[in-house]
C-alpha cells in the first residue's frame, strides 16, 4: 500500500479500498468482500454500566446492580464495561475551555472509566470481580476458567 497526499500537500493518506469512504455505505459495504466474522467467545454476555446511569448514582444503584450480577454469575459468562459518565463529560468541558489537544482531552476522559472499572470490580471482589486492561483482553478465557467477573473500562484514550 502507498501513501498519497492530499492536493493541498498537508494531509497524507494510506492508499486504500477504504480510503474516502464512509463504512456506513450500504453500496459501498455491498461491494466489499468481507470473511464471515467468527466469534471468539460466543457465549459471554458484555455488560455496559454506564457512568451517567449506574455509576454516578453511586448508593442510589450500584450495590443493587453488584448483587444483580453477583447473582447470575453461576449461570452466565459476563465481561462488564464502564463508561465515564457525568464526570468525563465535565473534564472535556474543562479541557475543551482550555483549549487542551484532543489527545490529552481523550486520556482525560477515559481516566473516569478506568476509576468507574476499579470501583465496580472492588464491590465485585468478594465474588471474583476483577479489573483488566485493553491489553489483558487475551487473558478472558483464562479468567473465565477462574471463575472471575472481569470488569474492563469501556472508554479508551
Known amino acids: 500500500m502507498g501513501l498519497v ?35 471468539l467467545f460466543p457465549d ?6 454506564g457512568g451517567q446511569s449506574i455509576c454516578d448514582l453511586g448508593k442510589k444503584a450500584l450495590p443493587a446492580v453488584v448483587r444483580e450480577i453477583a447473582s447470575l454469575k453461576d449461570r452466565h459468562k459476563m465481561l462488564l464495561t464502564t463508561g465515564g459518565g457525568t464526570r468525563s ?4 468541558a474543562i ?6 489537544p484532543t489527545g490529552v482531552i481523550s486520556k482525560f476522559g477515559s481516566s473516569v472509566s478506568e476509576q468507574n472499572a476499579l470501583l465496580v470490580s472492588t464491590l465485585l471482589s468478594p465474588w471474583g470481580g476483577i479489573k483488566i486492561g485493553h491489553d ?16 474492563l473500562p469501556a472508554v479508551r484514550a
Open 44 to 49: 459471554v454476555n458484555v455488560i455496559k454500566l
Open 89 to 92: 463529560r465535565h473534564i472535556y
Open 5 to 39: 497526499r492530499d492536493r493541498d500537500g498537508k494531509r497524507l493518506h494510506v492508499k486504500s479500498k477504504l480510503m474516502g469512504e464512509s463504512l456506513i455505505s450500504r453500496s459501498f459495504m455491498e461491494g466489499f468482500e468481507v470473511v464471515p466474522q467468527q466469534r
Open 136 to 151: 489483558e483482553v487475551i487473558k478472558l478465557s483464562t479468567y473465565f476458567a477462574q471463575d472471575c467477573i472481569q470488569v
Open 95 to 100: 479541557g475543551l475551555e482550555l483549549g487542551m
